[in-house]
């Protein structure tokens, strides 16, 4: 399982040096997200300062596709951050995929999710914190990265057998020039498919003595900053990805979490906490923030946050906020 992370990011200086070489300065970029021009020599930023910043660079670029291609070939291997630059030294495109996968949970705000069937592999982005999730920008890039370390760690053009985004991407031909294969659009999830023989390829850049200097080091990072977290911070997050998909109960998240329900109510116990509170907090929170997107219907909400009817949502939302959904909506925008 993985787990959420505290709302800071850091940001590698070699996004801004990155950005310098395509022609885009840090401090227009600072400028058109509204935030201090400190923010370039600020090592950790919050999460909403973080899309911010990938958001005005979309702005800056005009088209998505356009601006994700140059970045992601211009970006630099070597200024890549100790847990990124650990995937392209891995033995193969598998080892470093899987690398990638479970250090991303030390650099948030996304989530890889792998999977091997047939002759494909499919990689499904999600957000750490579903209320929160990134501009389509950063979907984009994330996507593109991981081809990108397939290509550079093998030293082969690979192509992707599929790429799917959730919202509109821009110049579609120049992203399927890139992946070298279709993409598509409007669906329901962003995912990248890739040929699975792929993954077998070897790494020209593939070194032993360096991963075994670096791997310890970065595992014991992540167990640290896992153990720094609440059995109830570990149940919201969980459920935030866990409502849309049927229902769930605390037998469900103890089983992600690998004890018995019992156990689980004991350390929510010891917290002050209940699996019912944070089941009604985590809805909160994400009905509030889902709300405040005007492309989505109250029913799309509804849905979101794990109601299969929008009655109960109603009678809900009220109790939470004293307002109907649709007046806290207008409540918001005025």
């Given at each position: 399982m993985n787990a959420p992370s505290a709302d800071r990011i850091k940001i590698a200086p070699g996004f801004w040096t990155s950005l310098r070489g395509i022609g885009v300065e840090p401090i227009d970029v600072a400028r058109q997200a509204r935030l201090p021009l400190t923010v370039i020599t600020e090592p950790l930023v919050t999460t909403a300062q973080y899309y911010s910043i990938w958001q005005a660079y979309s702005e800056l670029v005009g088209d998505i596709a356009t601006g994700i291609v140059k970045l992601a070939t211009a970006y630099e291997t070597a200024q890549y951050p100790p847990a990124a630059l650990a995937t392209f030294h891995a033995r193969d495109y598998r080892d470093a995929l899987n690398r990638m996968a479970r250090y991303k949970q030390m650099c948030p705000p996304e989530n890889l999710r792998i999977?091997?069937?047939?002759?494909?592999?499919?990689?499904?982005?999600?957000?750490q914190h579903d209320e929160q999730p990134g501009p389509p920008v950063l979907v984009v890039i994330t996507l593109a990265y991981l081809l990108e370390l397939g290509r550079r760690g093998t030293g082969r053009h690979l192509k992707a057998r599929s790429v799917e985004f959730i919202h509109p991407m821009g110049d579609v031909q120049a992203l399927e020039d890139y992946f070298g294969c279709r993409v598509r659009t409007g669906t329901d999830r962003n995912r990248l498919k890739l040929n699975r023989d792929?993954?077998?390829?070897?790494?020209?850049?593939?070194?032993?003595?360096?991963?075994?200097?670096?791997?310890?080091?970065?595992?014991?990072?992540?167990?640290?900053?896992?153990?720094?977290?609440?059995?109830?911070?570990?149940?919201?997050?969980?459920?935030?990805?866990?409502?849309?998909?049927?229902?769930?109960?605390?037998?469900?998240?103890?089983?992600?979490l690998g004890m018995s329900e019992r156990t689980l109510q004991r350390r929510l116990t010891e917290e002050g906490a209940s699996f019912k509170q944070l089941l009604e907090k985590t809805r909160r929170e994400m009905a509030v923030a889902y709300l405040a997107d005007p492309a989505l219907e109250i029913k799309e909400v509804a849905f979101l946050v794990g109601y299969e009817d929008q009655n109960s949502f109603y009678r809900a939302f009220r109790s939470w906020t004293g307002e109907t959904p649709a007046n806290w909506r207008v409540a918001q925008e005025n």
């Open positions: 999977q091997e069937e047939g002759e494909q592999c499919s990689i499904e982005l999600e957000w792929d993954l077998d390829c070897p790494f020209t850049s593939y070194n032993e003595e360096l991963l075994e200097i670096l791997t310890p080091a970065l595992d014991r990072m992540l167990e640290e900053q896992q153990s720094q977290l609440t059995i109830s911070d570990k149940v919201m997050w969980i459920l935030s990805r866990c409502l849309t998909r049927g229902r769930i109960d605390i037998q469900n998240v103890a089983s992600e």
